[in-house]
């Protein structure tokens, strides 16, 4: 499944919309301007909550906590002694955790679990400069990897970083 994933340029706090390959609202996705930890709600498009994305304090490098039905499903936190290129790990509960890896703030990256792709991010699928693409492979849980998309993409605009 591809979605589309775009930021919304003017408005307060981290937000933005997920559409699906047809172009229908999969998810929107609401940073949370005056909370004290940086918080994103994951909505649905009847703005249910399906997920929440916290930023962890007082940790060493940038690491964000994915929650579902108030419990964690994941943490991703970018890897920061790693040669040559950036890589940002998921951690599940359980065996396989995700990986990703390629250029972040590009847009053009591929996420792995067991050493097989099960995603990919790219801007080249979009000619708008704040739209790129997930593409989800089968098998792989489509709302957490758009929860680590928008983690990625907050990493990597926080720091201002090229990789």
């Known amino acids: 499944m591809k979605y589309r994933m775009k930021q919304k340029l003017f408005c307060l706090g981290e937000d933005f919309t997920i559409e699906d390959e047809r172009g229908r609202e999969a998810y929107y996705v609401d940073g949370k301007v005056f909370t004290l930890r940086q918080t994103l709600a994951f909505l649905d498009p009847q703005r249910v909550e399906q ?25 991703v936190s970018k890897k920061l002694f790693t040669l040559f290129r950036c890589k940002f790990a998921i951690d599940v509960p359980g065996p396989d955790d995700y990986e990703a890896i390629g250029s972040f703030a590009d847009h053009d990256y591929r996420f792995e679990r ?3 792709t099960v995603g ?10 704040d739209s790129y693409g997930v593409e989800v492979l ?3 849980d489509p709302l ?13 605009h926080e720091e201002g970083q090229k990789h």
């Open 51 to 75: 997920a929440r994305i916290v930023k962890r304090m007082l940790s060493f490098g940038p690491v964000f906590d994915v929650y579902r039905g108030g419990r964690s499903v994941a943490t």
């Open 114 to 116: 067991g050493g097989r």
């Open 120 to 129: 990919v991010v790219s801007k080249r699928w979009f000619s708008f400069t």
């Open 138 to 140: 089968e098998g792989a």
């Open 144 to 156: 957490l990897l758009l929860a680590s998309t928008v983690v990625i993409d907050l990493c990597c």
